[in-house]
């Protein structure tokens, strides 16, 4: 299993901007597709981003689609989640989780290393 720590939440205003960092310990992050879920008080875990092993294939949560952008640099074996446009109902805790890729939509259980989170919180 992968390591991973989030980092880069805070507190920004409606239309603001965060960058999210998620560094991972290992050797083979490489190998691995990368994830960005959040989940908002009361309510379930959901996708945002994905990310395949190589960077070349992306995917997006309909919410994420248009402001939020997935990498990853495997030389810093970190994964980032720049997001603009923020709105209050972003505000979350952002997991990062590493795995071994996805079907036809990224879902929790195709991950199974989860970082602890980090608290974005978006106010109007």
Do not use: H
Not at 36 to 61: D, H, L, M, N
Not at 79 to 91: A, C, F
Not at 103 to 121: A, E, H, L
């Amino acid at each position: 299993q992968v390591q991973l720590v989030e980092s880069g939440g805070g507190l920004v205003q409606a239309g603001g901007s965060l960058r999210l960092s998620c560094a991972a310990s290992g050797r083979t992050f490489s190998s691995y597709a990368m994830g960005w879920f959040r989940q908002a008080p009361g309510k379930e875990r959901e996708f945002v981003a994905a990310i395949s092993w190589s960077g070349y294939s992306t995917y997006y949560a309909d919410s994420a689609k248009g402001r939020f952008t997935i990498s990853r640099d495997n030389a810093k074996n970190t994964v980032y989640l720049q997001m603009n446009s923020l709105k209050p109902e972003d505000t979350a805790v952002y997991y990062c989780a590493a795995g071994r890729g996805w079907g036809s939509i990224p879902q929790s259980s195709d991950f199974g290393s989860w970082g602890q989170g980090t608290q974005v919180t978006v106010s109007s």
